[in-house]
């Protein structure tokens, strides 16, 4: 089964210029995440998708940062204007499920997140 | 909200056993996850445990004390290529069923 894909791999963008990453998660996988994780930390949650609808968008800084799913399958990230400290990695993760459950003989597994290779994104 | 401690740095020998550990805090608890990233890499599911005990997967296993809020990840017969960072991350018991990361211990094996 393929991975999650996401694009660009690299970006390097001057401050206040705007940006978009692009995520297509595993097939049926219903829970979307995006993660930004700065060099040194642990990924940190920018926004979570159940199908097209938002979960949890608490830590998205909002008054620059967007994201969408319209279809409820692929997804983008926008930044704008970027600063400085939004320089990191940007990674798209994504789950079969948003909580554990059995469904048609199946355990899904909410708690597995799949990762892509994420962009790495320089604000310079 | 929650908070996750574990060491930064770890190193051991090939073949050795390590353990590296994870304390946390938070409002709400669901389960204990840890995950692998390689440098330059996507985090890798590792193990999960949602209720006291060892869970164990291969040279991998992972152990989670609800009452103490600890968990570690415990390496065996360490390989060159488990030299990465090792996340363990919360998931609360609440609506927001995503992840907390801890800051991560980066594992160094030498040969």
């Not at chain 1, 199908?51 to 968008?57: A, E, I, L």
């Not at chain 2, 017969?77 to 907390?100: H, I, N, P, W």
Request: proline residues 4%; aromatic residues 12%.
């Amino acid at each position: 089964e393929a991975g999650v894909a996401q694009s660009p791999r690299y970006k390097i963008i001057e401050k206040r210029q705007s940006v978009a990453f692009w995520c297509n998660p595993i097939s049926g996988h219903a829970t979307l995440y995006w993660y930004q994780q700065i060099l040194g930390q642990g990924p940190k949650l920018l926004i979570q998708f159940q199908n097209n609808g938002v979960v949890d968008d608490s830590q998205l800084p909002k008054d620059r940062f967007s994201a969408e799913r319209l279809k409820g399958v692929d997804s983008t990230l926008k930044i704008q204007p970027a600063k400085l400290e939004d320089s990191a990695v940007y990674l798209c993760a994504s789950s079969l499920s948003l909580v554990d459950r059995w469904t048609s003989g199946r355990f899904l597994k909410a708690y597995e997140q799949y990762f892509g290779p994420g962009t790495r994104l320089t604000v310079t | 909200g929650q908070s996750l401690e574990q060491p930064s740095e770890v190193t051991a020998v090939e073949g050795a056993i390590v353990q590296i550990n994870c304390t946390y805090q938070t409002s709400g608890f669901y389960g204990l996850s840890w995950y692998q990233q390689h440098d330059g890499g996507a985090p890798t599911f590792l193990s999960y445990n949602a209720l006291d005990g060892l869970e164990e997967t291969g040279r991998f296993s992972s152990f989670l004390s609800r009452s103490d809020s600890y968990g570690y990840l415990l390496l065996q017969e360490l390989q060159m290529k488990d030299s990465a960072s090792y996340f363990c991350a919360v998931r609360a018991d609440t609506g927001r069923r995503a992840l907390t990361f801890g800051s991560g211990t980066r594992l160094q094996v030498q040969p």
